[in-house]
């Protein structure tokens, strides 16, 4: 395997707006692939996705970011280059881990153009076996509503083809209950594989009956307007229109931009130009305890292990003002593998507390 595509649409999640002092409330929908499974299939894996959060009564976060996991530790950052990535506005977004042409490591891409890169997966042996998954997790599902959302995906073969999952390769796992009579929220959940000869598409939604807070966003600066003509042989007004109408076809029906995306970092105009501040979901200011908890609740170590400082968001950053949030506690980082790293670092937005990027073991050295 030598590439992985995912596309979904930026659905409203949302959460009850009630405390929930004790608890994790997390939406995860991700595009996940391990490129060597010969000892284990949870190897060393590299994830992107849509991500949301809720962090208070009435405040919650929401947006795309990418994690790598490796032997030395992992880490995480969020991604806020695009068009409204991090607003609910039911636009497709795509997401893409292409492996580099030349040693064994991947870039990740967002609406066509690169975000990052990873730097400790395993050797790809010709041969040897992989895995790819797509799908939603959720941590405090009870206080989750989630709309249907559909994600495909695709992966790249040895011959830069492009395929869909066969059948008889697909794997499925729920674990809540259909919806049913006998079975109603907010315990239960909805999900439906189409496949005839291959994985087209997962379907799921979780429904909650109680009322909910659906992501809310300041008013930020407007997107530029979509690129036109050509651009590294992509034909622009075509690739708009495609990820609008059918974003799992553009590689296969936007003329250039399977071979744009092999060679180069950007070839998605629109979405390159469109960088947006993150975005604000309730109001007020962060307060360092709230992040200290929730970043404690993240990478399994003791509140009274971690230490949340004020300091500036630095160039890398989209926002002047972070709280800078440390430990130095062992940690499985931001999903339990059975590996441990010893402490992490971790950015917030000091105004909403959006998670903004974090480092856990020796990945915080490079």
Same mark, same amino acid.
């Given at each position: 395997m030598f590439g992985g595509f995912a596309t979904w649409r930026n659905v409203p999640v949302?959460?009850?707006q009630v405390d929930t002092p004790n608890t994790t409330v997390t939406f995860s929908n991700y595009l996940r692939l391990t490129p060597n499974t010969e000892a284990s299939p949870f190897e060393n894996n590299i994830e992107v996705?849509?991500?949301?959060?809720k962090t208070g009564k009435t405040t919650q976060t929401y947006g795309p970011r990418w994690t790598e996991f490796g032997n030395s530790g992992g880490k995480a950052k969020a991604i806020t280059v695009g068009v409204n990535p991090s607003v609910p506005d039911g636009r497709n977004h795509t997401y893409m881990l292409m492996r580099k042409s030349s040693g064994d490591q991947w870039d990740v891409l967002y609406d066509f153009n690169t975000v990052g890169s990873t730097t400790d997966q395993l050797e790809v042996i010709p041969g040897s076996t992989n895995r790819i998954d797509t799908g939603m997790e959720l941590l405090g599902h009870q206080h989750t509503d989630v709309p249907q959302i559909a994600n495909r995906m695709q992966f790249m073969d040895g011959n830069n083809t492009w395929r869909q999952v066969a059948t008889q390769?697909?794997?499925t796992i729920v674990t809540l209950p259909s919806c049913s009579t006998a079975n109603k929220?907010?315990?239960c959940l909805n999900a439906k594989l189409t496949d005839a000869t291959s994985f087209s598409q997962w379907t799921v939604s979780k429904p909650r009956k109680a009322a909910a807070l659906a992501p809310q966003s300041n008013d930020g600066p407007g997107v530029s307007p979509e690129a036109k003509g050509i651009y590294r042989g992509v034909d622009q007004a075509e690739l708009q229109a495609c990820l609008e109408e059918a974003p799992d076809r553009c590689l296969e029906d936007v003329p250039g931009l399977a071979e744009c995306v092999r060679n180069h970092r950007v070839c998605n105009v629109s979405a390159s130009t469109s960088e947006l501040p993150?975005?604000?979901? #309730?109001?007020?200011?962060?307060?360092?305890?709230?992040?200290?908890?929730?970043?404690a609740s993240a990478f399994g170590v003791p509140v009274g292990s971690v230490e949340a400082t004020a300091a500036t968001g630095g160039s890398s950053l989209p926002v002047e003002e972070v709280w800078s949030v440390k430990s130095t506690h062992s940690t499985p980082g931001l999903r339990d593998t #059975?590996?441990?790293f010893n402490g992490f670092h971790a950015s917030y937005s000091a105004q909403s507390g959006e998670f903004l990027e974090a480092c856990w073991g020796d990945m915080c050295e490079k």
């Open positions: 949302a959460f009850d996705g849509l991500y949301a959060e390769n697909t794997a929220p907010p315990n993150i975005m604000r979901r #309730g109001m007020g200011e962060a307060k360092a305890e709230s992040v200290r908890q929730r970043a #059975g590996k441990t």
